[in-house]
């Protein structure tokens, strides 16, 4: 049996709905310079502003189930 983790928790406990409006409350409480730096870094990614927010959501939930 495989054990799911914590991004998978994580979703597994939330709508899409849910996620988008965590994404976007997130985004809108970010200073306009973390903005700028986020969308720097997301664009060199390949990934949306949204895409960026939650993969370094999922990946701090990764390092602090370690």
Same mark, same amino acid.
């Given at each position: 049996?495989?054990?799911? =983790?914590? /991004?998978?928790? !994580? +979703?597994? $406990? *939330?709508?899409?709905?849910?996620?988008?409006? !965590?994404?976007?409350?997130?985004?809108?409480?970010? *200073?306009? /310079?973390? $903005?700028?730096? !986020?969308?720097? %870094? %997301?664009?060199?990614? =390949? +990934? #949306?502003?949204?895409?960026?927010?939650?993969?370094?959501?999922?990946?701090? !939930? #990764? =390092?602090?189930?370690?």
């Amino acid at each position: 049996m495989r054990h799911e =983790g914590p /991004r998978e928790a !994580l +979703l597994s $406990r *939330t709508t899409p709905d849910a996620n988008h409006n !965590l994404v976007a409350k997130a985004i809108g409480e970010m *200073t306009t /310079r973390e $903005r700028t730096r !986020l969308e720097v %870094a %997301a664009r060199a990614a =390949g +990934l #949306t502003l949204e895409q960026a927010v939650v993969k370094i959501v999922s990946e701090a !939930l #990764t =390092g602090e189930a370690r």
